[in-house]
Each structure stands twice: as C-alpha cells, then as structure tokens.
C-alpha cells in the first residue's frame, strides 16, 4: 500500500457543484497534514494547511480524521477557475526534520 | 524577492551524459528539497537538505547525487543518465525551525524538464 493515496479522478463537476475529496495515508505516526494545488505545467502552491480541529478558508474546507487514517478536502461553489490538480501532503518525523510525502493528486475540471 | 529559481528550464541530453540542476532560494530557508515528477506518479522525493551541511536520501535517490553549496543553494547532479531519468524536476525550500517537529510549507522553484535520449 502506498503511504498516501488519492483517488486520481477527474472529477468533473458544473460551476457552482460542491465536490470533496479524500486521502489516505499509511503512516499513524504522521504529524502534518496539507493540500497544495497544482495547475497543468506549473510548479505545487499550498493550498491550505490541514489541522485537527478543521479549517475553513472561504469555499474550501479541510479535515482531518487521525482515527481513520484521512484527510479531506471541501470544495462548494466551484469555480472555472479551480480545475487544477489537487495534492495532499503527509509529513512523518525522521531524526528531527519533517519529511514530506505526496499524494499522486486528484484532477478536477469544472466547466460551465 | 524571486523565491526558489531553477536553471535550466529545459534539458534534453543523450544516455550517459551527465549534467547538474541547480536550485538557489533567497527566502533564507533552512530545509531543501529534490523531487521528480512522472506523469500519473505525482512528486517523489528524491533527496532533501534538512539544515546547511547536512542531505539525506528520499524515496527515488539512485542514480542521482546532491551538494548543498551553501544555506541558498541545493544542486542535483546526474552523473550518467539514463532515458528513466526523463522527468519534470522540482526543488522546494522550507523554512523548517530546527527542532519543530510541525511541518510548514514548501515552495517550489517553477521545474525542470529533462528528456534523456
């Protein structure tokens, strides 16, 4: 099993759908969480980063679920411009450093 | 304030050919890092500098080799390539304090795409 897994898609929504996605990660002893956005050809931007509690900035909601091993990613409203490709991030503590590990990212494509 | 630069853009070398990436960040981070990134594969990590002086291998580290020159600069060297080398690469940098243990984030250098023939 890979460390983190994603569901590659696409997801293909309308403007204005709500749509979610998820990814699992092996490693219980994983400390932080993120989902970075990557559009066609163009280097990873964070996205948002993934607490325990949740977080919310304005139509993207991420969790986290440490008992089940996930985290998620809300999109609502969805925008033309939010067809990218979405990665989520794991990092694991090794010898004091954070090492990261990415998923193999989920494409979205919304269209009109 | 460029952020983290990589040179060159773009690369086609023959078997056997041996070049270095270059990678330099002026955000004055601590942790650095080399991934490839293959279609339908996503980003792996090839090797990372956790602080000045010090590189570790990640998960794709064979037929590959890393200096970090200094706090700024974190290179990648192919000393005889191969066409399973063909990939977009990407170098990130992290501010990373020493001793956190909480992950914070990365930001890329806009990549590099390597074609060995």
């Known amino acids: 099993r890979k460390e983190v897994e994603q569901d590659p898609g696409p997801f293909n929504v309308p403007e204005g759908a709500t749509v979610a996605f998820n990814c699992t990660y092996s490693?219980?002893?994983?400390?932080?969480f993120f989902w970075y956005r990557q559009d066609c050809r163009k280097e990873p931007k964070l996205l948002m980063s993934?607490?325990?509690s949740g977080n919310e900035d304005g139509r993207f909601t991420a969790q986290l679920n440490r008992a089940s091993q996930y985290i998620s990613l809300l999109i609502r409203d969805s925008k033309l411009s939010d067809s990218a490709t979405y990665l989520c991030?794991?990092?694991?503590?090794?010898?004091?450093?954070?090492?990261?590990?990415f998923g193999r990212g989920t494409s979205l494509i919304v269209h009109p | 304030n460029a952020g983290v630069t990589q040179t060159p853009k773009f690369q086609v070398l023959k078997t056997g050919q041996s070049m270095t990436l270059q990678c330099a960040q002026d955000?004055?981070?601590?942790?650095m890092y080399w991934y490839r990134q293959d279609p339908g594969m996503g980003l792996r990590l090839i090797y990372y500098?956790?602080?000045?002086?010090?590189?570790d291998k990640g998960e794709v580290p064979n037929g590959y080799n890393v200096s970090r020159l200094n706090k700024r600069e974190f290179s990648l060297r192919l000393e005889s390539a191969a066409p399973s080398q063909t990939s977009v690469y990407f170098c990130?940098?992290?501010?990373?304090?020493?001793?956190?243990?909480?992950?914070?984030?990365?930001?890329f250098g806009p990549g590099t795409r390597l074609t060995v023939l």
């Open positions: 991030v794991v990092n694991r503590v090794s010898g004091g450093s954070y090492i990261p590990t």
């Open positions: 490693n219980s002893a994983s400390q932080s």
């Open positions: 500098s956790a602080s000045e002086g010090t590189t």
């Open positions: 990130a940098s992290s501010e990373q304090l020493a001793g956190a243990v909480t992950g914070d984030t990365q930001y």
């Open positions: 955000m004055n981070h601590n942790s």
């Open positions: 993934v607490y325990s």
